[in-house]
């Protein structure tokens, strides 16, 4: 069945994982916890981020739960933030965060379009901070479609934000792909009815990925050796 749409995640998908978000934490967290090394600690544990490594550790709820329950998370250690005030804040500090491309992501959008595929970005950051990124990216034009958490169609793993590219961008679901680096990805998509394509520029282990997708490829360059398969 041809595929005539391919819906991104962003963070492990467009961007490589590690490479635009540790350094991105261990800031947040020094600026949040305002030189309080205990507040530091609990805020680290809370999102499951070892601040010696200075890395996220995989199982961490930041890899694909929204901005707002990451919110969630940290608020209570976030004294002088109400939630909102929070949940603004780190979708502005997403938006400025260092962006690593998992490929040349120009080149490779425009590679899709010139083969008449429909491209679009579901995320469960905020919708402000992926269209900066997706801006700063020199990207954000390729896309039909941008959605996040807060867009109004709920987050992934619940298809309903899929469903709402779909009728956006007027393909059907069985025509569409779902690219993404996590199981949440992947649930979203079974869900929706797409096919499923996992990329191991996130966390998640190819053997984690592999039962809940058609292909699982290094990263979003293989998409068109696959689609010529």
Same mark, same amino acid.
């Given at each position: 069945?041809?595929?005539?749409?391919?819906?991104?995640?962003?963070?492990?998908?467009?961007?490589?994982?590690?490479?635009?978000?540790? !350094?991105?934490?261990?800031?947040?967290?020094?600026?949040?916890?305002?030189?309080? $090394?205990?507040?530091?600690?609990?805020?680290?544990?809370?999102?499951?981020?070892?601040?010696?490594?200075?890395?996220?550790?995989?199982?961490?709820?930041?890899?694909?739960?929204?901005?707002?329950?990451?919110?969630?998370?940290?608020?209570?250690?976030?004294?002088?933030?109400?939630?909102?005030?929070?949940?603004?804040?780190?979708?502005?500090?997403?938006?400025?965060?260092?962006?690593?491309?998992?490929?040349?992501?120009?080149?490779?959008?425009?590679?899709?379009?010139?083969?008449?595929?429909?491209? !679009?970005?579901?995320?469960? *950051?905020?919708?402000?901070?992926?269209?900066?990124?997706?801006? $700063?990216? !020199?990207?954000?034009?390729?896309?039909?479609?941008?959605? !996040?958490?807060?867009?109004?169609?709920?987050?992934?793993?619940?298809?309903?934000?899929?469903?709402?590219?779909?009728?956006?961008?007027?393909?059907?679901?069985? #025509?569409?792909?779902?690219?993404? *680096?996590?199981?949440?990805?992947?649930?979203?998509?079974?869900?929706?009815?797409?096919?499923?394509?996992?990329?191991?520029?996130?966390?998640?282990?190819?053997?984690?990925?592999?039962?809940?997708?058609?292909?699982?490829?290094?990263?979003?360059? #293989?998409?068109?050796?696959?689609? *010529?398969?």
């Amino acid at each position: 069945m041809p595929v005539d749409a391919f819906l991104f995640d962003k963070d492990g998908t467009l961007f490589n994982f590690a490479a635009t978000w540790n !350094g991105w934490a261990a800031d947040l967290l020094e600026t949040l916890s305002r030189g309080d $090394r205990a507040v530091k600690q609990a805020m680290a544990e809370a999102i499951s981020y070892d601040l010696e490594r200075q890395a996220f550790n995989p199982d961490s709820l930041v890899i694909a739960s929204s901005n707002d329950e990451v919110a969630e998370a940290l608020a209570p250690y976030v004294a002088d933030m109400s939630l909102g005030e929070l949940t603004a804040y780190l979708a502005e500090s997403a938006a400025d965060a260092e962006l690593a491309p998992a490929v040349p992501l120009a080149e490779f959008l425009d590679g899709l379009l010139a083969r008449g595929k429909v491209l !679009g970005v579901m995320t469960n *950051d905020a919708e402000s901070s992926a269209r900066i990124q997706l801006q $700063r990216a !020199g990207v954000l034009d390729r896309f039909a479609f941008v959605a !996040g958490c807060d867009s109004g169609h709920g987050s992934k793993p619940d298809p309903d934000p899929l469903l709402a590219f779909c009728k956006a961008a007027g393909v059907a679901p069985e #025509h569409t792909a779902m690219v993404g *680096d996590s199981l949440h990805d992947l649930e979203a998509g079974a869900a929706a009815g797409m096919r499923r394509i996992g990329v191991l520029t996130g966390m998640a282990l190819r053997e984690e990925l592999a039962p809940h997708a058609d292909i699982v490829l290094p990263d979003i360059g #293989h998409i068109a050796a696959w689609i *010529d398969r």
